[in-house]
């Protein structure tokens, strides 16, 4: 019996036991693996397929008996089962046209297990589910067949932590560039997949649109053992922005805008995680935001109209008066 088909089986004899299994009756049941050698080397044996078993996640550990059970191997099926999640009919159906409308996008992470997932939403919603009528456009540039392709080695990779070597097209460079990243994780904003990792050659976290990896090859020895860990507290909002204003093109600056009209109740939708207050004037609110783009924060607020304008800094009230001056002049309209 390979290594394989061993720890399969050890898992299936674990769940279906009833009482905690001694070493004697588990040598039992495997002769060809635990008996016909000494006794150290079968331990020394069984120890490296538990170990296996735990680092894999099935949690399996040695109790003491007493007067109403022996010694032995048991699992903590707390530990091993999900709790049942009770959700409603509505829910269910929410959430399985959530996910068929991601497999329908050009390219996605993970088609495979997320698909193996909605079958079993299927499965124990015991009835028919919708087809939902949605579909997530990623645009030519973000879609094909080498982007789909990407995306799933990269979701292998940031799942088994092994790093990955490529070839990118950096918008600053005519020629490629190999990078060898460990990959921390995918993200998708704005319509557009960023790999998060560590690169070998800055030696600092980086960022890279995966639709500019020409090749990728991800490392394949010693596949079951990690090439590295994420540290600790990683967080992908500290390094994807998720508005134009929060890309870091230079340091940072604080921003107080006035909203009035009909923005005036949507100053956290329209600048989340801001400050904001009303204004003495009691007809508009002030917005406080930190700002890395201040170019990318004042297009913005010049496609709100009016309704939105730039107090402070005094370099900022004159970049966007710039800004607009420019644009009048471009389409022949005086200042």
């Known amino acids: ?3 394989t088909e061993r720890l399969l089986d050890l898992v299936a004899l674990f769940l279906d036991a009833r009482e905690p299994i001694p070493w004697a009756e588990l040598r039992e049941h495997f002769p060809h693996d635990y008996m016909g050698i000494s006794d150290d080397a079968a331990e020394r044996k069984f120890e490296r397929d ?9 949690p399996l550990t040695y109790i003491q008996g007493d007067d109403e059970r022996k010694d032995g191997y048991v699992v903590d099926r707390d530990a091993y089962y999900l709790p049942e999640v009770d959700l409603s009919k509505e829910e269910l159906a929410v959430l399985y046209a959530a996910g068929s409308a991601a497999l329908t996008a050009g390219a996605f992470p993970g088609r495979d297990d997320l698909s193996h997932a909605l079958r079993k939403i299927g499965f124990f919603a015991g009835h028919a589910l919708p087809t939902p009528r949605v579909r997530m456009e990623l645009g030519t540039e973000q879609d094909g067949p080498q982007l789909a392709a990407h995306l799933e080695q990269l979701w292998q990779a940031c799942a088994g932590h092994k790093w990955v ?4 097209a950096s918008p600053k460079r005519s020629e490629l560039i190999d990078r060898k990243v460990d990959p921390y994780g995918l993200t998708l904003r704005r319509g557009i997949w960023t790999l998060v990792g560590f690169c070998h050659l800055r030696q600092d976290v980086r960022t890279f649109h995966v639709h500019r990896i020409r090749s990728l090859k991800a490392n394949t020895a010693r596949p079951r053992t990690p090439d590295f860990e994420v540290p600790e507290g990683f967080a992908f909002d500290d390094h994807v922005a998720s508005y134009p204003w929060q890309h870091r093109f230079h340091p940072r600056v604080d921003v107080r805008l006035r909203l009035s009209g009909e923005l005036l109740a949507r100053g956290t939708t329209l600048f989340p995680g801001a400050s904001v207050a009303p204004a003495e004037d009691g007809e508009s609110v002030l917005v406080d935001l930190p700002v890395t783009f201040l170019d ?6 010049l496609q709100l109209g009016p309704a939105c304008h730039v107090e402070a800094p005094e370099d900022a009230r004159q970049r966007v008066k710039d800004m607009a001056t420019s644009i009048l002049e471009k389409h022949g309209v005086a200042a």
Do not use: I, P, T, W
Not at 50 to 58: D, P, Q, S, T, V
Not at 165 to 168: E, P
Not at 296 to 301: N, V
């Open 1 to 3: 019996m390979d290594r």
């Open 50 to 58: 538990k170990a296996e078993l735990l680092e894999l996640g099935f």
């Open 165 to 168: 070597q490529m070839s990118y």
């Open 296 to 301: 990318g924060l004042l297009r913005f607020c």
